[in-house]
């Protein structure tokens, strides 16, 4: 079945600091890619939309200039979370999918941020 | 705006017993989505329900759709320690929304 990978799984960082993480589709072009966010014991919630080549779509309430994405290629997407503080603490999951809505979103394993 | 609304929240059983989750959406659409999540990993998808009527069934796990009611069931049959986990219902309407999750434990 088609692969996404994230990278890091899991980050450590001093508060201030900007993580980036990747998104990677391995067999596949990912023509959209979806950002969600999870708090502990909460839902995932879609922070944003991003269509290759596109600005990307934010949700409401998230800040485009704190949670940046960069959709250049079919097969990558990264968020930065700039100047990150404890707040931002949680886990990052992407999903790619190709141009049509019916088809299938394909999760990556996640990335679990934690900023000191 | 499209709310998916998942229940119970968290449930807890004994071995061997039967149980439902059931996930209710609020705008039309005929592709909902059920996943497992175990702590600390990412989504693994259980079954994709594309039509109204639409069942499927894995192992102790059975999922219904009823696309004129906006209704799915998640069946558990016997349930086993194995199957503690989260799961969730998703629906796609051009981006996947979820529900809130059903917190399952299952008690020896």
């Known amino acids: 079945g088609a692969v996404v990978s994230q990278h890091p799984s899991w980050v450590i960082c001093k508060s201030g600091t900007s993580v980036k993480i990747e998104c990677r589709s391995l067999d596949f072009q990912a023509t959209t890619m979806f950002w969600y966010r999870q708090f502990p014991k909460q839902s995932l919630m879609l922070m944003a939309t991003s269509n290759e080549g596109s600005k990307a779509t934010y949700e409401q309430g998230v800040e485009k200039d704190k949670f940046l994405i960069n959709h250049a290629s079919l097969t990558l997407s990264t968020l930065t979370v700039t100047s990150a503080h404890p707040e931002d603490s949680s886990f990052y999951i992407c999903?790619?999918?190709?141009?049509?809505?019916?088809?299938?979103?394909?999760f990556g394993d996640g990335t679990r941020l934690s900023i000191l | 705006e499209l709310k998916v609304e998942q229940n119970p929240l968290f449930l807890s059983m004994q071995e061997g017993k039967n149980y439902t989750i059931y996930c209710n959406y609020s705008?039309?659409?005929?592709?909902l989505y059920w996943y497992r999540q175990d702590p600390g990993k990412s989504l693994e998808s259980l079954f994709v329900l594309l039509s109204n009527g639409a069942v499927k069934q894995e192992g102790r796990l059975m999922a219904s759709l009823d696309t004129k009611a906006r209704l799915s069931t998640l069946h558990i049959t016997a349930a086993v320690h194995d199957l503690s986990a989260t799961y969730f219902c998703?629906?796609?309407?051009?981006?996947?929304?979820f529900g809130a999750g059903t917190r399952l434990t299952v008690k020896p």
């Open positions: 999903s790619a999918r190709g141009p049509y809505s019916n088809q299938p979103q394909h």
């Open positions: 705008t039309t659409s005929d592709r």
């Open positions: 998703a629906v796609n309407n051009n981006d996947m929304r």
